[in-house]
């Protein structure tokens, strides 16, 4: 129901607003106090590892001295840190014999990582940022970079139809096309009615595919302008201090548009069939079908060229939370609230094989394959496992964190995973389960509230690590790693 069809009456919903927004400032400063209370965890955490590889905390003139343990209190401390650090990460030993070169993240601040592009212009948080694998090519021009695009997505309030009156404003509803390069806007969609979830690049054309809580996905083609804004003409912007800049004065910055700004308003081809939000959708390989993952219980695998559905995959208990496709082979997992994720394998055409997995103890929020065919399932049990596909039994290494896990990522290339956290950190480790770092975090830089979701780039390139969150922004990193 849209504001102009509301049936209740000017007064009323002026009243439920003011009650939502002083809801809404509670909880703000509750959040804040957490965060506050978790970086202090975070310090105690660390001075535990070094406690436990045997290393002598290095601050000492410079931190409080309620924080220095004294010489009798040192051995109590080292004594309690193992069990402590069991709970918050495992860390198993690297093995190198199998491997050919090892890769080191070096650091965790200064060059080793750091923030390349800020990426601003959604009006609410961003689910999902995800990155082309290729270069577009237009009659008018070549862009000299690849592109990325970000998406924002709330949770989808067509539920509460009270509220809906008054969230219908706060949602963005729009997916973006950015220019890796030049960190400009190149193109806005607004063909969908409810919140963005979800998007991927197909892999050889310019198709866009986006799932939203309308129900339904949409396949639409991205035009590039003819002459995108140079880096020497963007303003600079610094980043924001906390949230209240957000909401406050920074408010009027928050639209990335330029006057090149393409506004694509409605999609090649629709895809309908589900009864809920779809929540997640993904090319399958040769990008002649997709799927899509929904909180109807179910996903749908579709024909591109016919919009048909293929089959419909059903097993899951409760909502879908995810699906992701194999690089190369026509096969895709799915992870779901019921605390499982299912493998589906679609290479045989005239059937389709399903493997459950019950590897975590609470809602899988996503899973994804590698390169070197793996499989890594993050969940809120704050867990991330590692499961090798020719033997899917027992997972090959497992990940404690003190967070849940929310959209990670894999590089194709040094295989390193990429964990977005409730927390706000970004932690990276190898395949192995070995703790490479984590992405710098403080009042100035990086996130201020949940990291929905990573995306991992080339190499080589000057981003080469994406992030995106509740505070509606979307930041490039660049990652240093060095073989030795």
Not at 190 to 218: M, W
Not at 424 to 434: F, P
Request: with cysteine.
């Amino acid at each position: 129901m849209s504001e102009s069809e509301s049936i209740l009456p000017d007064a009323l919903r002026s009243k439920l607003w003011k009650l939502f927004s002083q809801i809404e400032a509670e909880f703000e400063g509750v959040y804040a106090e957490n965060l506050n209370l978790q970086e202090k965890v975070d310090t105690l955490t660390e001075r535990l590892e070094s406690l436990q590889s045997g290393k002598t905390p290095t601050s000492d003139a410079t931190t409080p001295s309620m924080d220095q343990p004294d010489s009798s209190s040192k051995l109590s401390v080292k004594s309690k840190a193992s069990n402590q650090l069991t709970q918050l990460i495992m860390k198993p030993k690297q093995k190198t014999g199998n491997y050919k070169k090892v890769i080191n993240f070096k650091g965790t601040g200064g060059s080793g990582c750091q923030i390349v592009r800020h990426f601003r212009g959604h009006s609410d948080g961003v689910w999902e940022v995800s990155v082309s694998k290729g270069t577009y090519h237009t009659l008018e021009q070549h862009l000299p970079e690849r592109t990325f695009m970000s998406l924002v997505g709330i949770l989808d309030m067509s539920e509460f139809d009270i509220i809906e009156t008054f969230v219908i404003q706060l949602q963005d509803r729009t997916a973006r096309l950015w220019c890796l390069e030049t960190g400009v806007c190149l193109l806005q969609y607004q063909g969908h009615k409810g919140s963005v979830n979800s998007i991927r690049f197909h892999a050889t054309e310019p198709l866009v595919l986006t799932g939203s809580g309308d129900h339904t996905a949409h396949i639409w083609k991205s035009t590039i302008p003819p002459n995108p804004v140079q880096p020497s003409e963007i303003p600079q912007k610094s980043c924001p201090s906390s949230g209240d800049d957000l909401d406050g004065s920074d408010k009027d910055d928050l639209d990335g548009d330029n006057e090149n700004t393409i506004f694509v308003k409605s999609a090649q081809c629709q895809l309908e069939g589900h009864t809920s939000v779809i929540i997640s959708a993904d090319w399958m390989a040769g990008g002649e079908q997709l799927i899509t993952a929904s909180w109807d219980r179910t996903a749908n695998l579709y024909d591109v060229e016919t919009t048909a559905i293929v089959h419909t995959l059903t097993g899951h208990d409760q909502e879908l939370t995810h699906c992701c496709t194999h690089p190369s082979h026509k096969m895709a997992v799915t992870s779901s609230t019921d605390t499982t994720f299912r493998l589906w394998d679609f290479r045989d055409p005239s059937i389709h094989s399903v493997n459950v997995f019950q590897g975590h103890s609470d809602s899988v929020t996503s899973a994804a394959f590698t390169s070197n065919d793996k499989v890594v399932s993050g969940s809120d049990d704050r867990t991330v496992k590692v499961w090798d596909l020719k033997n899917m039994r027992t997972p090959i290494a497992m990940i404690r964190t003190d967070s849940p896990v929310n959209r990670l990522a894999v590089s194709p290339t040094n295989h390193v995973i990429a964990i977005p956290h409730d927390n706000r950190h970004v932690r990276l480790y190898d395949i192995t389960g070995v703790r490479l770092g984590r992405l710098p975090k403080s009042n100035r830089q990086g996130h201020h509230r949940m990291v929905c979701g990573t995306a991992w780039a080339d190499e080589g390139a000057q981003c080469n690590l994406f992030s995106c969150g509740f505070d509606r922004q979307v930041f490039g990193w660049h990652v240093t790693f060095q073989p030795t």
